[in-house]
């Protein structure tokens, strides 16, 4: 009986620099999403821009995105 089959590991990488951060991607998947189905672009730029937020790439490619509301001090 053979294991599952071997695949090449995949490498990731995680930045806050939101210079990075692909908004076409991330707009795509949260205007398709339960919890922000129709957000305009425009907000979502401003939400980015007044929270702490976390890209996830693979060889460049933005493949998951995290957004956390905060006062940077005490709550998140």
Avoid at 39 to 49: N, Y
Avoid at 60 to 73: E, K
Wanted: proline share 4%; hydrophobic share 45%.
């Amino acid at each position: 009986m053979s294991g599952p089959p071997q695949s090449a590991a995949l490498s990731y990488d995680l930045s806050f620099d939101r210079t990075r951060f692909d908004f076409d991607v991330i707009h795509g998947f949260l205007t398709k999403s339960y919890w922000s189905p129709g957000i305009s672009k425009e907000i979502l730029v401003r939400a980015i821009a007044h929270s702490l937020c976390i890209g996830m790439f693979a060889s460049d490619a933005q493949v998951g995105f995290a957004r956390l509301v905060t006062d940077r001090a005490t709550f998140a």
